[in-house]
C-alpha cells in the first residue's frame, strides 16, 4: 500500500518535473532566439548603413582619387582614367560593369581580382541588399546603376557592385551564437536542478495531505466498524432466541442503542471535519458580548458536573466584544467542557474563567484531572488521536472532538492550546480576537 502511494508519488513528482523542465527549454530557445535575432538584425542593420554611405559616396562623387595601391601593369588606355575607390572603408570592394557586364576596374582590385573575377553582373539584382559567400568569404553587397551624369567617368552610365566583407561580423556572430547556446545550456541545467527541488518542495502539502485523507479515511473505517460489529453481533444474537421477550433481551438492545449513538455523533463529527475541510461550512458571524453566548453552553454542565460530585467554579469577568459565531462557539465549548468532566476523577474540580491578554479574549477551562503528557499536547488537536484508547474507547470519545475544536477557532483567527494545571490537571486556553470598532 505504501510501496504503491510512493510510486504514485514519485511518478506524479516526475510529471510535474518534467513539464518544469519543458516549460524551461521553451523559455530559454524562445529568449535565446530572441536575443540572437535581435543581435544578428542589428549587425546586418550597421553592415546596411555602411553600404548605404559608400552607395551614398559612388553616386555623389565629387572628384576621383585612387588610393588602392595594387599593380597597374593594365594595359588598356581605358584603365588609365582615374579608377574608383570611393572613401571606402577598408574592407569593401567596387566592381564596375558596363551594360554588356564586362568587369571595368580589373586592376584598381589588385590581388582582390583573384577572389572577385567570378562574379557576374546581374542586372535583376539591381537595388538589392544580398549576403554572398565566395571561397568561404562573407559578402553583403548592393548593385547600383550610376547616372551618366555622374563626375566619375568611370562610374558614370555603368553599374557599380559594392562589396562589403563581413567575414569579422560573421565571425561574431558564430561566437555570439556559441557564447548563447553554452549559457543557456548551463542556466537550463542549473533551472533543472532548482526545479527538481521545486517539484519535490511542491509536492510535500500534497503528499502530506494525501496521506491525512487516507490516514483519515482509515481511521474513519476503523471507528465505524467496531460499532457495527457490536449491533450485528447483539442482532445475531437475538435472532437466534426468536421466542424471547423484549424485556429479556433489554441488555443486548440497550447496548446496540449505545452504539448506535455513538455512530450518530461520529457521523456528525466526520461530517463537521468533512465540511470544514470543504470550506462549505457556513459560519454565521455576529457581534457579541461573551456574556451573551457563554451562559447557554455552561448552565446544563453545571447539573451535570454537580451530579458527579465533581466542582464547577465560573469566573466570567470581561465583556469585550467579539465577532463570532455562536453556535460554534458553544460547539466548541461543549468540547471542552465534556472533555475536562470526562477526565476529571470525582471530587475534581472544573473551572472555567476569562481574561484580556495582549489584546486578545481568552478563554480558560481548566481541571484537575488526568492531566496530559507534554508529548501529547499538539497531538491531542489532530483527527482520531486518543491518549489512551481502550478508556476512552469506553468514555465514548473518537479522539475528534478537540480537531472539530481547532477548526471552529482557526475559522474565528483564534487559537487554541493547552497546558498543565498546577498541580495537577490541564488548562485548554481559547483566544480569540477583540474588535475594536462595530
Ligand atoms: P475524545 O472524544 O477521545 O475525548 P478529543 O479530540 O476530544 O477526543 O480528545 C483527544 C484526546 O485528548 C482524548 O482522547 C484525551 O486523551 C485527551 N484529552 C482531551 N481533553 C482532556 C482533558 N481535559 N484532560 C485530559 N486529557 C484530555
Known amino acids: 500500500m505504501k510501496s504503491k502511494q510512493n510510486a504514485i508519488t514519485r511518478r506524479q513528482q516526475f510529471k510535474l518535473f518534467l513539464s518544469i523542465m519543458a516549460s524551461f527549454a521553451v523559455l530559454f530557445l524562445t529568449l535565446g ?15 546596411d548603413k555602411e553600404m548605404k554611405s559608400e552607395v551614398l559616396s559612388v553616386q555623389k562623387q565629387p572628384s576621383l582619387q585612387h588610393d588602392d595601391p595594387g599593380p597597374q601593369t593594365d594595359p588598356n588606355p581605358e584603365h588609365k582614367k582615374k579608377e574608383p575607390t570611393p572613401k571606402a572603408p577598408f574592407q569593401a570592394s567596387i566592381l564596375v560593369f558596363n551594360n554588356q557586364g564586362k568587369l571595368l576596374n580589373k586592376s584598381s582590385l589588385g590581388n582582390r581580382y583573384s577572389i572577385l573575377k567570378n562574379i557576374k553582373l546581374n542586372k535583376k539584382n539591381l537595388n538589392k541588399k544580398q549576403t554572398i559567400v565566395i571561397k568561404n568569404m562573407n559578402f553583403r553587397s548592393i548593385l547600383i546603376k550610376v547616372s551618366k551624369n555622374n563626375n566619375n567617368p568611370m562610374y558614370a552610365g555603368n553599374y557599380v ?5 563581413i567575414d569579422t561580423q560573421i565571425q561574431t556572430m558564430n561566437n555570439f551564437e556559441k557564447i548563447l547556446a553554452i549559457t543557456f545550456f548551463v542556466f537550463w541545467v542549473i533551472a533543472l536542478v532548482i526545479s527538481y527541488f521545486l517539484a519535490r518542495i511542491n509536492m510535500l502539502p500534497i503528499v502530506r495531505s494525501w496521506k491525512q485523507q487516507t490516514e483519515f479515511v482509515n481511521d474513519a473505517a476503523h471507528e465505524l466498524r467496531t460499532p457495527l460489529t457490536i449491533i450485528q453481533g447483539k442482532l445475531e444474537y ?48 455576529e457581534y457579541t458580548d461573551p456574556k451573551v453566548f457563554l451562559k447557554d453552553p455552561i448552565m446544563p454542565f453545571k ?6 460530585h465533581k466542582v464547577f467554579q465560573i469566573s466570567l469577568n470581561q465583556h469585550p466584544t467579539l465577532y ?12 471542552l467542557l465534556d472533555n475536562a468532566t470526562k477526565y476529571t476523577q470525582k471530587n475534581g474540580t472544573i473551572r472555567i474563567y476569562d481574561q484580556i491578554e495582549n489584546g486578545k479574549y481568552q478563554l480558560i477551562i481548566a481541571d484537575t484531572g488526568v492531566g ?31 480537531a472539530i475544536a481547532k477548526q471552529i477557532v482557526d475559522n474565528h483567527h483564534g487559537s487554541i492550546s493547552v497546558r498543565d494545571n498546577l498541580p495537577q490537571g490541564s488548562e485548554f486556553v481559547v483566544e480569540l480576537p477583540i474588535k475594536r470598532n462595530k
Do not use: C, W
Not at 35 to 45: D, L, M
Not at 257 to 265: K, M
Not at 303 to 308: E, F, K, M
Open 33 to 47: 532566439l530572441i536575443i540572437f535575432n535581435s543581435f544578428q538584425s542589428s549587425t546586418y542593420k550597421s553592415i
Open 161 to 165: 557592385l559594392i562589396m562589403q566583407n
Open 238 to 285: 437475538m435472532l437466534t432466541k426468536p421466542n424471547k421477550k423484549i424485556i429479556d433481551e433489554a441488555e443486548s438492545i440497550s447496548v446496540s442503542l449505545d452504539e448506535v449513538s455513538r455512530l450518530n455523533s461520529l457521523t456528525n463529527n466526520l461530517l463537521d471535519l468533512a465540511r470544514f475541510d470543504n470550506a462549505t461550512t457556513q459560519l454565521n458571524f
Open 303 to 308: 447539573d451535570i458536573i454537580n451530579s458527579q
Open 324 to 335: 463570532l459565531d455562536r453556535d460554534k462557539i458553544k460547539q466548541l465549548l461543549i468540547i
Open 372 to 402: 496530559i503528557k507534554d508529548s501529547d499536547k499538539e497531538k491531542i488537536f489532530g483527527r482520531f488521536y486518543r491518549v489512551d484508547k481502550s478508556r476512552t474507547q469506553s468514555s465514548g470519545g473518537h479522539g475528534l472532538g478537540l
